[in-house]
């Protein structure tokens, strides 16, 4: 349920503020949308590592590391429509470890391939806004799994 709460804040966050859609056009509650957002993930994943199933907790987990990714995708792009994009590029590369995380356990879905393939994106686009080419390269490029 914490994840579901932290979904609905993700979602409230992108109707608030959205870089490619009508929005209410407030960042700040777009702010605040996504630090509840991740205020319930840490909650969560509390829970869930505690947890003794350990089949549940993996699965679980991963839900709870797609949830971190999209919380920081929502930080960045906050960011970045705020035009910090040095900011906005630290928060996309927290968000990848966790988005690269995420559909490892799952059969890829058009979801979590959307959600991969912005992990590695974004920081691609803040690295050439900020004319820092050479380090785009290492950080865009997949890892063999």
Excluded: W
């Excluded at 929005?23 to 991740?38: K, T």
């Excluded at 679980?60 to 797609?66: E, W």
């Amino acid at each position: 349920m914490l994840l579901e709460l932290a979904a609905g804040y993700q979602s409230l966050g992108a109707v608030q503020r959205s870089r490619f859609a009508s929005s209410l056009g407030d960042s700040e509650g777009a702010l605040r949308s996504y630090r509840r957002s991740l205020e319930f993930t840490e909650r969560a994943e509390k829970i869930l590592l505690a947890a003794p199933d350990h089949a549940l907790r993996g699965v679980t987990t991963d839900l709870a590391a797609a949830s971190y990714a999209l919380a920081y995708f929502g930080f960045g792009d906050l960011s970045s429509i705020g035009g910090n994009d040095a900011e906005a590029l630290v928060y996309y590369l927290k968000a990848l470890p966790y988005a690269d995380a995420a559909p490892r356990r799952f059969p890829v879905t058009i979801k979590r391939a959307r959600m991969l393939l912005s992990a590695y994106k974004k920081p691609g686009d803040m690295l050439r806004n900020l004319h820092r080419l050479d380090e785009a390269e290492p950080s865009s490029c997949v890892q063999p799994r």
